[in-house]
């Protein structure tokens, strides 16, 4: 997660503190949501039935979530869904990292134009 970069509307560096991060229940642990606190994120993650079941009997209130960018987490499925259509991507043929990265870039490519 250190190295999340996220693209300025207009020129200049990227950040690298976007302002909140969705992920799914798989994703709700105590260390990651300890780090987006440290670093100012917000994180739009719903909690696991033990988190809840554990904040109720330590009488801490539930952790809100902003279900409307949460639901826009879909986007991000269907487009992971998209790509794993490619044999290559879902299974991971390739070892190294940056032929891999050139794979899912053609794969997008691929998804893009017509």
Known sequence: ???????????????????????????????????????????????????????????????RLDRAAYRRRNVVERCFNKLKHHKALATRYDKRARHYHALVTIACLLLWLP
């Open 1 to 63: 997660m250190a190295r999340i970069r996220v693209q300025r509307c207009g020129p200049g560096r990227p950040r690298t503190r976007p302002e909140r991060v969705a992920a799914d229940k798989g994703y709700s642990s105590t260390k990651i949501r300890s780090y987006l606190r440290r670093r100012g994120i917000k994180a739009v993650i719903p909690e696991r039935i033990d988190q809840i079941n554990g904040r109720l009997r330590r009488g801490e209130s539930l952790c």
